[in-house]
């Protein structure tokens, strides 16, 4: 399968903390992309970091990969209220195929 | 520029009866794809058209469903006759090449699809 696995499938954490999210896939890629769902809405792309990079950054954002164990991770540093989303990883073959997301809930 | 565009955000209807799902893609993008979410089964791909040519329909559920896309600016998603397990959000997303050249996908806000 295609399909990224997102973990764990739920977090909840105070405004001003760090959140990690963890992605695994099983096959070989040239991207692995991050989206955000915020309720009601659709996915929204976040991030996208590519094979030969080991980490990325974008604002609050860090993304790390790792090829050799097939994973990435989603740092969302300072998180605010408003990061309350469920967040989804994807590998970059068409079409995307997502996993169930972690639902991330901020409490201020 | 304009996202992608669905229509309608919110259909009620009772089973036996056609449900269509549209959805306008950005400009210029030549893929687009259909998913479908619900709570017990995640985010799942139904189909999906190159340059408006099906690629891959295996993930359509059954010959109720059908999708097509007469142009480039222009799909949609028909459910004849509906049942209320198709009860679900409905996404359609585009893209301007494949997620392998790292392009991302775009998504509208979906359909919220209620049979009763």
């Known amino acids: 399968s295609q399909q990224g696995e997102e973990d764990p499938q739920a977090l909840s954490i105070q405004e001003g903390e760090n959140a990690t999210m963890n992605c695994s896939y099983k096959?070989?890629?040239?991207?692995l992309q991050w989206y955000r769902q915020n309720s009601g809405r659709g996915l929204v792309h976040l991030i996208l970091?590519?094979?030969?990079?080991r980490e990325k950054h974008s604002g609050r954002l860090r993304v790390t990969l790792d090829t050799s164990k097939k994973s990435s991770s989603l740092l969302i540093t300072a998180s605010r209220a408003a990061d309350t989303a469920s967040y989804f990883c994807?590998?970059?073959?068409?079409?995307?195929?997502f996993g169930k997301g972690t639902r991330l809930s901020v409490i201020a | 520029d304009a996202g992608v565009i669905q229509s309608p955000r919110h259909e009620v209807t009772e089973m036996g009866q056609e449900v269509t799902l549209r959805c306008k893609p950005i400009?210029?993008?030549?893929?687009l794809f259909w998913y479908r979410q619900t709570m017990m089964r995640g985010l799942e791909l139904l189909i999906y058209?190159?340059?408006?040519?099906?690629?891959?329909d295996s993930g359509m559920p059954e010959d109720r469903f059908s999708a097509k896309m007469p142009n480039a600016s222009f799909s949609t998603l028909k459910i004849q006759p509906s049942e209320p397990r198709d009860s679900a959000v409905y996404f359609c997303?585009?893209?301007?090449?494949?997620?392998?050249?790292?392009?991302?996908?775009?998504f509208g806000d979906g359909t919220r699809l209620s049979i009763l």
């Open positions: 096959t070989s890629i040239n991207n």
């Open positions: 400009s210029g993008h030549d893929y």
């Open positions: 058209f190159n340059n408006n040519v099906p690629i891959d």
């Open positions: 970091i590519r094979s030969n990079e």
């Open positions: 994807a590998s970059g073959n068409t079409p995307l195929v």
């Open positions: 997303a585009s893209s301007r090449g494949q997620a392998s050249l790292n392009q991302p996908q775009h």
